[in-house]
């Protein structure tokens, strides 16, 4: 059974469409992520949700916007696509330490998204 | 916030050993991971050292820390063609990991 599973795995799109990513995770972890990673493999955070809450928004764009509508679900959703939102998402899962420390991230096989 | 380096590529030959190092910034992690990333699918955690150690090893894995340099390295001991990937160092911060920005192992025959 796949623990995170994220669906599309590629998608091609043309600029100034509107388009979504969808994630869910079966580990029963309260917390999911969604990371970009570049042409250069660069990996960055973008979200995080704790029981359906947003934790993390890093300097990202208002055209993405992330839904949690449950603690195993995290969507993404993106507006008016640029040619430089073309990147690999990755989303990932974790179940949050004592303190709030990060414990080991799970994440799914990764959505390459394509903006022509 | 916390910034993670990585040299980005490592070149070996099948057998030999192969040493990836990670520098960081922010000396409150309390775990440093190490994650691999194979082509086409997402990162998957190799082992990991709580700040409290020097060295941890797991079977041709060998983590090393040293704090006061902020220094973190991973040995691969007989390295195989099926390790060429990328590896990612990672610290924890505050409800997320910061990974650095990633070694390309290439493992030639």
């Known amino acids: 059974d796949t623990a995170v599973s994220q669906t599309p795995k590629y998608l091609v799109t043309q600029m100034g469409n509107d388009k979504s990513i969808k994630c869910e995770q079966n580990?029963?972890?309260?917390?999911m992520y969604w990371y970009k990673q570049d042409s250069k493999k660069f990996l960055k955070i973008m979200f995080s949700?704790?029981?359906?809450?947003?934790?993390i928004n890093e300097t990202v764009p208002n055209r993405f916007s992330p839904k949690s509508p449950d603690k195993a679900h995290l969507n993404l959703h993106i507006n008016s696509l640029e040619l430089g939102d073309s990147a690999v998402y990755f989303c990932?899962?974790?179940?949050?330490?004592?303190?709030?420390?990060?414990?080991?991230?799970?994440f799914g096989e990764g959505s390459r998204l394509t903006v022509l | 916030g916390e910034d993670v380096e990585q040299s980005l590529f490592l070149s070996v030959r099948e057998g030999d050993s192969s040493v990836i190092n990670c520098t960081y910034t922010?000396?409150?992690?309390?775990?440093l991971y190490w994650y691999k990333q194979e082509p086409g699918a997402g990162l998957q955690l190799l082992t990991y050292?709580?700040?409290?150690?020097d060295m941890k090893q797991d079977q041709r894995l060998t983590v090393l820390l040293n704090k006061k340099d902020k220094h973190l390295s991973l040995r691969i001991a007989d390295t195989q063609t099926g390790d060429s990937a990328i590896y990612f160092c990672?610290?924890?911060?505050?409800?997320?990991?910061?990974f650095g920005t990633g070694t390309r192992l290439l493992v030639s025959p």
């Open positions: 990932a899962s974790s179940q949050a330490t004592s303190g709030g420390l990060t414990g080991e991230l799970f």
């Open positions: 580990l029963g972890h309260d917390t």
């Open positions: 949700y704790n029981n359906k809450e947003l934790i």
């Open positions: 922010d000396s409150s992690s309390t775990y």
């Open positions: 050292i709580f700040s409290n150690m």
């Open positions: 990672a610290g924890t911060g505050f409800q997320k990991l910061v």
